[in-house]
């Protein structure tokens, strides 16, 4: 199979570069995209799809663990005696709240250990995604910990603090309070947070930085700094984006994408952040977010405190004002967000493919677009069903995205050639 696999590269890398072979006459959307969905082997789809749909199956065990967590804290009282313990020692209630958040937080973070280290790294180990030393992976835990001590105390102290004085109409106000957390945090990112796990330095000057700045100029996006982060230190996965906002907004990619892919490539792919930048979509999707996190605090400020009046008194919780009742959100938060997930996927897809429109204009390299799309296979399912894609994929699949990049050629390539690919490497065994 190995020999087949090595005379069918050799012949397509031929054809790939001898001129005219691979002419047609007229540029067939449908047979173009079909070569390249065949750059994948049967045994690298196989591992794609085990990995991308073994995910989607995370998910939901995911959720079940958190929910256990939640249900095992409220049945010891862990909190109901933290709150007592602070009550006692004449402590203010804001203290007692924050005594509980952090307590929560600490002890979540530790029982989910366990899960987090097998799907975070023994899982992506396996599929030869991940770089990382354990003690290096538990360093960046850590540091992971200690921010969502900070700001997931702080924004729990507000959102209680709204909860009891507006026990009705919390959730409006605390709509509100999310959104803000939301746009600081996004604002901070690139600043404060990637700098803890990442290094970022400014894109070395030559071919590929060259044209990043063309591009960004054709669209009146600064481009004095083009970042590019040190993400192999964690992961081998390629990819790209836009953080922050207003001023804290710029484009980086990643140092897998410039290691592993051509020119043309790392241009298509940037062509797609330039999109998110332009179209403004960060400030969309904090928008959205938000709007959407509404509706989760709406149905959770009516289930929760039906679930406190059941079982309330076994929990020794006195209500949804009381701190205690921090397992009781947090569990029915996360039921409500895994629900979400196929709408939170479609709005975010929706961007993605709006950027991906966008990147094809601006690059003009759709044979570098379907290509990057293919590489994307390390992670992410190339040949989902429709029903797949809507409710699992946050990005177009790479068979939407390669049929795309396609009919895009089409449209605006004239005498457009079928480009016979290579076939993509086989997965690390
Ligand atoms: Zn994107």
């Known amino acids: 199979m190995l020999l087949a696999r090595l005379i069918a590269f050799a012949v397509l890398g031929l054809l790939a570069t001898a001129p005219g072979l691979a002419h047609a006459a007229t540029f067939d959307v449908d047979h173009a995209t079909q070569l390249w969905l065949a750059t994948l082997s049967a045994p690298a789809k196989a591992r794609s799809d085990a990995y991308f749909e073994g995910g989607e199956w995370l998910a939901l065990w995911g959720t079940l663990f958190s929910l256990a967590i939640c249900w095992f804290l409220l049945r010891v009282r862990l909190l109901a005696k933290v709150r007592d313990a602070m009550h006692r020692r004449g ?16 002890v979540d973070t530790l029982l989910s250990l366990p899960w987090s280290f097998y799907t975070g790294y023994l899982r992506e180990r ?8 354990v003690a290096a992976w538990l360093g960046d835990q850590a540091i992971g910990l200690v921010l969502g001590a900070v700001t997931g105390s702080l924004l729990l102290l507000v959102i209680y603090a709204v909860i009891r004085k507006y026990p009705k109409h919390w959730w409006l106000i605390g709509t509100g309070v999310v959104g803000i957390a939301i746009s600081f945090l996004v604002l901070i990112t690139p600043v404060f947070i ?16 060259a044209r990043v700045v063309a591009m960004a100029k054709a669209y009146n996006v600064p481009s004095e700094h083009i970042y590019l982060v040190d993400a192999s230190r964690q992961s081998d996965r390629i990819s790209a984006n836009v953080s922050g906002i207003g001023p804290t907004i710029r484009i980086s990619l990643n140092d897998n994408l410039l290691k592993k892919t051509s020119e043309a490539e790392t241009a298509a792919v940037m062509g797609h952040e330039l999109g998110h930048y332009v179209l403004g979509h960060v400030w969309r999707t904090v928008i959205v977010l938000t709007l959407l996190m509404g509706l989760l605090l709406w149905l959770a400020s009516r289930i ?5 009046r059941h079982s309330g008194q076994r929990w020794d919780v006195r209500g949804l004002s009381d701190p205690a009742s921090l397992p009781v959100l947090a569990g029915v938060l996360s039921v409500l967000s895994l629900l979400a997930t196929p709408l939170t996927n479609t709005l975010i897809r929706v961007d993605e493919s709006e ?6 204009d601006a690059a003009r390299e759709p044979d570098g677009f379907a290509s990057s799309a293919m590489k994307l296979s390390a992670y992410r399912k190339i040949t989902p069903g429709p029903l797949e894609e809507m409710l699992f994929f946050d990005h177009p699949s790479g ?15 004239p005498g457009a050639t079928e480009v016979v690919p290579p076939p993509l490497p086989d997965p690390k065994p």
């Open 91 to 106: 402590w203010r209630p804001w203290l007692g709240l924050l005594a509980c958040a952090l307590v929560f937080i600490a």
């Open 126 to 133: 396996q599929y030869g995604l991940m770089n990382q030393s």
């Open 194 to 209: 990637v700098p803890l796990f990442n290094t970022q330095s400014e894109l070395p000057d030559g071919p590929v930085r």
């Open 304 to 308: 929760a405190p039906a679930l406190i």
């Open 355 to 360: 950027a991906d429109a966008f990147g094809l």
């Open 399 to 413: 068979q939407t995205r390669v049929r795309m990049a396609m009919q895009w050629k089409k449209d605006h390539v």
